[in-house]
């Protein structure tokens, strides 16, 4: 091994003469020696000769001489251990430890990958090689090969109560079947129509053969039938390309959305306007611009008049493109600051904002209320219970239809809420309270504390109408007619929020059983339809009294009620009328309970239930 000496040039070394293999130079009073030295030795039988060279790296001219302290000063007597070896025999055992452990390894790995190959062939096992990848196609059994020759499908409708018919005998059957609503793909409507001439459902095929509707079927059910038209039909081929095709996921129906008016205004705004922070009121406003600013930029792009740069600055703000930072002005030309809709401090929070502003021309809200409620039916009718107390919301995260959904979201971001009647807000926003949670459960969870809770439905969000609306102001702030909320000092909107022109002017104390927040005690998901909403609510409030909404024990003389009844007892009343308005509501068994205990002279107690907040999946 080389070695670096550093020798004063007034010592000599008389070695350094004799030796051929070191060299010295000669370098500011001190010599550097090289040791030059060849060594050979044998590995695997062969001999490598390795030439050490190392240089002498001098220190710096102004820096002390290094001086090795006293104690680690060597000894000429010491004896040097044998530490080399050791280590050697140790880093030896180990490797020969790691080969034994990797050949045992791989040995076993090969005979389970032979016993695997044997079954393979046994099953039918087809391997694929590919580069960097190990693809594995097992066959299935020949029980479930025979069951996937053939499908069943049927075109339904949302809401149909022949489609939930033919659906509940097919899961009492046991057939899986593909069911194509023309609600949700309003696409495959032509397609009914060419198949069977109709545009009546549902329409039953095996395979692409129509059998027809419910009639049909329980035809084929009564007569016996059934069971061998399916042996024959759906066991002897599989489905070609002639039979109705299950609907695919990520496939949008091609929708002739016609962009807004204003759109090529908002974009050269978008570009032209000085869009930053400003102070104003003691506040920091983000992302704004003065009205001045905007009327400017229409005046030199468009060459047009003020006064008619302005009455563009209002339709602008009246279709929700821009908004006063502070909601108090439409807009006029000055100072004040506006903003663009996706500026506003509360778009993040918005899950159906996806990163711009929906510029197609706002649909109708009756459309959007009633294309909401059927796709939501739709995927009740597919992911829920029979009666509605269990959703299946990992089932629906993956569906088409949810997807479709999510996308419909985005309608709503400028519609005119302002043009629906009463009782179309009332459905409007019962069923958007509904499908939000829906779209919260899978999204966010659901809700395990009480801080969670107040989260959940403070904090999950939509832009409806240019305005954030979350499970909190739709329950408070619409339905309640602008009520607090249990536990709150204050109200949902305050005065000058832009919200409270569309708030609900009379409360219908129905409007809590036809709200479901997702957990097991609250009353079933459903969905309303506009002309009959407040029919629905009767029929709602009647149901959930029936699944054990109240108990009466007469022997106690106690009414057990909703924990609903006591956190909005201000839509209720004196908890004696409001026994007096359940009475309307009950069955003719627990009617006459109440009745009794209320004719007498003796008290009612009234006791409320526990509220169960775990989930209803």
Known sequence: MGSEIEIPTNTQQPHNQHNPNIASTQNHGYESVTNKSESTHRCGGDDVRSDSRVTLVHPHSLLPMPVPPQNFQSNQNDVALPTFSVGSFFRQRSSDLSAAIVK?????????????????????VTEFNLSGVKVVVTAKPEEEEASLRGRISFFSRSNCRDCTAVRRFFREKGLRFV???VDVFSERERELRERTGTGSVPQIFFNEKLIGGLVALNSLRNSGEFDRRVAEILGGKAADGNAPWPPAYGFDCAEEDREDEMVGVVRVLRLRLPIQDRLRRMKMVNNCFEGNDLVEALIQHFHCARNEAVEIGQQLSKKHFIHHVFGEKDFEEGNHLYRFLEHEPFIPRCFNFRGTTNDSEPKAAAAICSRLAKIMSAILEAFASDDRQHVDYEAISKSEEFRRYV??????????ILELSENEKLAFFLNLYNAMVIHAVISVGCPEGVIDRRSFFSDFQYVVGGHPYSLNSIKNGILRCNRRSPYSLVKPFSTGDKRLEVALVKLNP???????NGTKSSPKVRFFSPHRVVDELRVAGREFFENDGIEVDLEKRTVYLTRIFKWFSGDFGPEKEILKWILNYLDPNKAGLVTHLLGDSGPVHISYQNFDWSINS
Not at 107 to 113: C, D, K, M, N, Y
């Open 104 to 124: 045992r390894v791989s040995s076993l790995r090969e005979s389970v990958e032979e016993d695997n190959d044997g079954e393979g062939e046994k099953r039918g």
């Open 510 to 516: 129905l409007l809590h059983f036809g709200l479901c």
């Open 407 to 416: 996308n419909m979201t985005q309608d709503l971001q400028r519609v005119n």
């Open 179 to 181: 069911e194509i609503n």
